[in-house]
């Protein structure tokens, strides 16, 4: 496949343009920093949108699939209208820019703040899953959600259209495992997302699952890493900052809250990489 991914110099993009690029495909990366060989493009702008979907001069005339990862990657980094407004706008003009070109394949990234986060407010239960309403705390959030209903009417409007929707992780490289001993002191600090993460390579594996997943209509996935982020055990942590929440399974000594149930039985996602490895 010739695959458009925009946000492809991030964090995550990199490794999503690296491993799609090492199983086979052609990659196009579409981004607002991009130099050559990748092409700058402004997803805000629907006009430049639509052409990077369907033809540069030069460089390709047709996208048989598109992952959709650029934006303001979280909340405090500019003012809330100013990311509320870059990452709908610039998800509408992907997805609308698709539909456009006749491109059935899309994945795009969603979040784990759509489950609640930061979690000042208990979860309704541990793990937590992609079966209770979303919970947005921020004009982050609501994107993100507010791009998961939009998505569901793409796919009623064109009954041949696949979307799915990845509720990433905080997107870890090798580098930034090193802090990660530091987190046992204070358990609290790292509440805000049930002490979640995921490798950046585990976050690219869960891409070309879901780019290679036979079905249509939209589907959500929480994609994490299996563990967390403290050599504590799962359990007593939930039991200690949560006594109140419901567990609703016997945890692992180290399992993720974030549930990836859902991504490993229709996806088959399986994490390969954990930060245990390297620290």
């Given at each position: 496949?010739?695959?458009?991914?925009?946000?492809?110099?991030?964090?995550?993009?990199?490794?999503?343009?690296?491993?799609?690029?090492e199983t086979g495909d052609e990659v196009v990366n579409l981004d607002a920093a991009a130099q050559r060989p990748d092409i700058r493009i402004d997803l805000t702008d629907y006009g430049q949108t639509i052409e990077a979907?369907?033809?540069?001069?030069?460089?390709?005339?047709?996208?048989?699939?598109?992952?959709?990862?650029?934006?303001?990657?979280?909340?405090?980094?500019?003012?809330?209208?100013?990311?509320?407004?870059?990452?709908?706008?610039?998800?509408?003009?992907?997805?609308?820019?698709?539909?456009?070109?006749?491109?059935?394949?899309?994945?795009?990234?969603?979040?784990?703040?759509?489950?609640?986060?930061?979690?000042?407010?208990?979860?309704?239960?541990?793990?937590?899953?992609?079966?209770?309403?979303?919970?947005?705390?921020?004009?982050?959030?609501?994107?993100?959600?507010?791009?998961?209903?939009?998505?569901?009417?793409?796919?009623?409007?064109?009954?041949?259209?696949?979307?799915?929707?990845?509720?990433?992780?905080?997107?870890?490289?090798?580098?930034?495992?090193?802090?990660?001993?530091?987190?046992?002191?204070?358990?609290?600090?790292?509440?805000?997302?049930?002490?979640?993460?995921?490798?950046?390579?585990?976050?690219?594996?869960?891409?070309?699952?879901?780019?290679?997943?036979?079905?249509?209509?939209?589907?959500?996935?929480?994609?994490?890493?299996?563990?967390?982020?403290?050599?504590?055990?799962?359990?007593?942590?939930?039991?200690?900052?949560?006594?109140?929440?419901?567990?609703?399974?016997?945890?692992?000594?180290?399992?993720?809250?974030?549930?990836?149930?859902?991504?490993?039985?229709?996806?088959?996602?399986?994490?390969?990489?954990?930060?245990?490895?390297?620290?």
């Amino acid at each position: 496949m010739r695959i458009a991914v925009t946000g492809g110099t991030g964090k995550l993009g990199r490794a999503v343009v690296a491993h799609l690029r090492e199983t086979g495909d052609e990659v196009v990366n579409l981004d607002a920093a991009a130099q050559r060989p990748d092409i700058r493009i402004d997803l805000t702008d629907y006009g430049q949108t639509i052409e990077a979907l369907t033809a540069i001069d030069d460089r390709y005339d047709r996208i048989d699939a598109v992952v959709h990862l650029a934006a303001i990657p979280a909340p405090g980094i500019t003012g809330n209208a100013a990311t509320f407004q870059n990452n709908i706008i610039a998800t509408y003009n992907v997805f609308a820019a698709a539909k456009a070109a006749g491109i059935t394949n899309v994945v795009w990234a969603s979040s784990e703040t759509v489950l609640g986060l930061p979690f000042d407010t208990p979860p309704p239960y541990i793990p937590v899953d992609e079966e209770y309403p979303a919970r947005p705390e921020s004009r982050y959030s609501l994107a993100k959600h507010l791009e998961e209903t939009m998505a569901a009417q793409f796919c009623r409007w064109n009954p041949e259209l696949k979307m799915i929707g990845l509720r990433f992780s905080n997107v870890m490289d090798v580098e930034d495992y090193a802090e990660f001993p530091s987190f046992d002191a204070d358990p609290s600090r790292r509440k805000w997302n049930l002490w979640g993460y995921i490798d950046a390579r585990d976050g690219a594996q869960a891409v070309r699952k879901a780019l290679d997943y036979r079905a249509t209509g939209v589907e959500i996935f929480i994609i994490a890493n299996a563990d967390t982020v403290m050599s504590r055990s799962s359990a007593s942590l939930a039991a200690e900052v949560y006594p109140g929440v419901e567990v609703r399974k016997d945890l692992g000594e180290h399992e993720t809250m974030l549930s990836i149930d859902k991504a490993k039985r229709l996806l088959s996602y399986e994490p390969e990489h954990s930060w245990r490895h390297h620290v």
